[in-house]
């Protein structure tokens, strides 16, 4: 028996999620005390690639939400840059606007006039 199919090692829920035990693990030996050490190694490198699994899952969730925080910082970053456009546009409009009553205005006119 392996000691993926150890029954006191990995809960049935464990087994069904990862059907597949790693590779190189020796198999338990109870009774003797090296089959003790063994058996002791073998959980502790279970152990260590169960860490190692449970961190590149973790990397890939997290790589997947800092996606989604990019895709919202661009959709915010368009729209800032059109509201931006916008209002130089106003802008401009308002300035062509003052100008245009400023050089039409009777106070201009007559103060080009006066000697």
Sequence with gaps: ???WDHPNL?????QECCPAPPSGL??????????RLVS???LLK??????????????????????????EFNQQA????RLLAKIGEEAAASLKELES????SALRTSQLHQP
């Design 1 to 3: 028996m392996g000691p």
């Design 10 to 14: 990995l809960s049935p829920c464990y």
């Design 26 to 35: 020796p198999p338990i030996i109870s009774g003797s005390p090296k089959g």
């Design 40 to 42: 002791a190694d073998s």
């Design 46 to 71: 279970l152990v260590s690639e169960l860490k190692q699994t449970a961190i590149f899952s973790g990397f890939a969730s997290l790589n997947d939400h800092v996606e989604q925080r990019i895709d």
């Design 78 to 81: 368009e729209k800032t840059d």
């Design 101 to 104: 009553h400023y050089y039409s």
